[in-house]
């Protein structure tokens, strides 16, 4: 990975090519609407969202990519998303039929240079607890791996990333 990149994602080789294209694409949009980034944050639920945003009023999105109609039909862990965001979305390529996705999300279609928001997503306000959990969980993620940045041979982030 290039660390002189202002996009670094989070790769641990879950992610295919076109996921890892998606990601790019999609947080250049974020940066662009004021939204700061985290890739594979580890959610109070245990699950792991594929992205997750802090806007500049303290919004938090959760963005799941989906690199096919495969991965979209084999995956519907999505829906446990809805309870730690205030907006939920989708990104995917131009290659997957937009009407296969849920209604009820919203929708960026993403290639490596850039994205569009395809389908605006409901706003579900998070509750103060769950938002101060969120923005908690955000910041440490972000620190610890700066930190690993700064001191590639200190103690690593993902230690602490799940507490």
């Known amino acids: 990975m290039d660390l002189s990149s202002p996009l670094q994602l989070r790769v641990d080789g879950r992610q ?47 963005i799941e990519i989906k690199s096919s109609v495969a991965d979209l039909r084999a995956d519907h862990k999505w829906a446990d998303y809805r309870q730690h965001c205030d907006r939920l979305f989708f990104a995917t390529t131009v290659d997957v039929p937009c009407d296969l996705f849920p209604p009820d999300t919203g929708l960026i279609v993403a290639d490596g240079f850039g994205a569009h928001i395809a389908c605006e997503a409901p706003d579900h306000r998070l509750q103060g607890a769950t938002r101060r959990s969120m923005t908690l969980a955000f910041a440490r993620a972000a620190a610890l791996r700066l930190s690993s940045l700064a001191d590639p041979l200190g103690l690593r982030g993902e230690a602490f990333e799940q507490g």
């Open 16 to 62: 295919s090519a076109t996921a890892l294209t998606v990601a790019r694409g999609t947080t250049r949009l974020l940066h662009s609407l004021g939204h700061v980034v985290v890739s594979e944050l580890p959610l109070p639920s245990g699950r792991r969202a594929d992205l997750v945003t802090l806007g500049q009023g303290g919004e938090i999105w959760i």
